[in-house]
Structure formats: structure tokens, C-alpha cells
């Protein structure tokens, strides 16, 4: 009776189709993490913002930031200060009342919505005096609403007082009203300024204290 040879290589099994399929998928998830521009394919401009990826397919950040931090205090105008402008006969009164509104509106909703719409968490925080999220932000929110009510008041009080000079008007007069859409743009205009303050001094505390430790 004849033997099998000794030695003889044994026939390798062949993978099953689930193995193949899992080898597949891991592949595919190893070439998406560690793809770069590097070894990535290369995309036409035309390409990319026929599906939104280009200049031309996006609104720019900035106009998005602005827009909701503009759209917000409008609407605060219109239903505050136009709405309850009716109702309420007190100057003083409604203003209190439009303040805790601007600042409440600001902590909860600008802000949030800053925060839902930023790229990356934090990208947003040099667009709000107060970007951490704390307790305290809202009281905090709320006085510094009232810092550029003031502010925009000042603003109105300005541009009335030069157009009547300008167009002989009578000095009783109020030939620039209180509006939504100017009312929105002086209160971001104010807070863009006071933001771009507190950087710069922050910027500044930095370089003197880098300065200093240096010289140290």
C-alpha cells in the first residue's frame, strides 16, 4: 500500500468572503485617517464647489457670526422695544426691561447658537465678551447689555443731533427713529468694538508679562 509522500505542503484554505470584506473595510478606514493632502487625490476647484467644498459653495464664517449677532438684538428691538413700547409708558421701564431681554437673548441664544455653528469648540469664543459658560455669564451678559444699550442710545442721540444741525430740522425732532435693522447694526458695531478692546489689552497684559519674564 503506497504512502503520501512526507513533506508535502498542506493546500492553504482560502479566505471566506467575510474576511475579505472585513480586511476591506479596515483598509478603508486606515486610508481615511491617515489621508492628507499629501496622498489624497486631487480635486478641481470646479469640483469642489459644485458639492459646497469651494469659495463659492459656502457662506463666509464671518458673515454668519455677524448676521446672528446681528439678528438677535433686532429682534429684541422689534418685539421690546417697538412691542412693549405701546404698553409700557415709562422711558426708564422699558429700557430696564429691553437690557434684561438683550442679555438674557445673548446667554442663551447668541451665544449657543455661535457655539452650534463653530467648526471647531471655541472657534467662535473671540466673537463673545464672555465665552465661557458659567453661572455667572449671566448676570454678567445682562450688564454688559446694558453698557451697549448705552452706548446705542448715545449713537441715536449723535445722529439726531447732526442731522437736524445739517438740515435745519426743528430741535424737538427725532428725524433718525429707533428701528430693527439700525438698531441691530449699531449694537453689533458696539460690541465688535468693545471685543476688539478686551483682546488688545489682553494682548498687551501678555506682552508685558512675557517681557517681564524674560527680563527675569
Known amino acids: 500500500m503506497a504512502k503520501a509522500p512526507k513533506g508535502g505542503k498542506k493546500k492553504k484554505a482560502s479566505k471566506s468572503p467575510v474576511e475579505d470584506y472585513y480586511k476591506l473595510k479596515t483598509e478603508a478606514v486606515e486610508d481615511l485617517a491617515t489621508a492628507d493632502e499629501t496622498n489624497s487625490p486631487e480635486v478641481s476647484k470646479a469640483e469642489l464647489e459644485r458639492y459646497g467644498g469651494g469659495k463659492g459653495g459656502s457662506i463666509p464664517n464671518a458673515l454668519k457670526v455677524y448676521f446672528i449677532k446681528f439678528w438677535f438684538p433686532a429682534a429684541v428691538c422689534y418685539f421690546f422695544l417697538i412691542g412693549l413700547g405701546m404698553f409700557v409708558p415709562s422711558f426708564l421701564d422699558l429700557m430696564f426691561i429691553t437690557v434684561i431681554a438683550l442679555g438674557i437673548v445673548t446667554d442663551i441664544l447668541t451665544n449657543n447658537a455661535l457655539r452650534f455653528f463653530a467648526s471647531t469648540p471655541g472657534a467662535h469664543d473671540r466673537y463673545m465678551m464672555f465665552p465661557k459658560k458659567r453661572y455667572m455669564t449671566f448676570f454678567w451678559n445682562i450688564l454688559y447689555a446694558a453698557v451697549l444699550m448705552a452706548m446705542v442710545i448715545a449713537i441715536y442721540n449723535v445722529l439726531n443731533i447732526a442731522v ?32 476688539w478692546l478686551k483682546h488688545l489689552v489682553a494682548k498687551r497684559f501678555a506682552r508685558a508679562k512675557n517681557k517681564n519674564v524674560q527680563e527675569g
Open 164 to 195: 437736524i444741525a445739517i438740515f435745519h430740522l426743528p430741535q424737538n425732532s427725532v428725524p433718525v427713529g429707533v428701528e430693527p435693522i439700525l438698531f441691530g447694526i449699531f449694537y453689533v458695531l458696539c460690541d465688535s468694538l468693545l471685543i
